[in-house]
């Protein structure tokens, strides 16, 4: 069995790359992980525990927005949530700042006892991402 230890990198495709570094560096605050040359077309972004690489695509049309209703949604990849110690300061920080998905904050409880809030926004290509405060159950 091969020995898989964690996710390294995810890549994002975009007509825009200029626009989504301004996002993810500029508004979310993300530093770069190798220095961002802008004319060569795509960056790499440290985003905590992997890196984000935005490379510069020509073809097609990105695929539509999705939602935070999972059974709506065509199979493939669907988003990813960035941790937050508190996530009421960070809605606010973002308020004004993204396009948000839903009116409100979402809780989502797990019988075992491990519940989440969480609110999911757009960056600027319609890629949906979210701001998550995790609350692990209690250890026995």
Not at 5 to 13: S, V, Y
């Amino acid at each position: 069995m091969i020995a898989l230890k964690r996710i390294d990198n995810m890549d994002i495709l975009t007509h825009d790359v200029a626009r989504l570094v301004d996002f993810y560096h500029g508004v979310l605050g993300l530093s770069f992980y190798l220095p961002y040359q802008a004319e060569e077309e795509w960056a790499a972004i440290d985003a905590g525990n992997l890196t984000l690489y935005v490379f510069k695509s020509e073809v097609g049309e990105h695929a539509p927005r999705r939602t935070e209703i999972n059974p709506d949604n065509a199979p493939g990849l669907d988003s990813f949530a960035f941790e937050v110690d508190d996530l009421d300061e960070a809605l606010q920080q973002l308020q004004g700042k993204v396009v948000w998905v839903t009116e409100e904050t979402i809780t989502w409880k797990h019988p075992n006892g491990t519940w989440y809030r969480y609110r999911p926004f757009y960056d600027p290509d319609g890629n949906m991402l979210y701001i998550t405060e995790p609350h692990p159950a209690e250890s026995l």
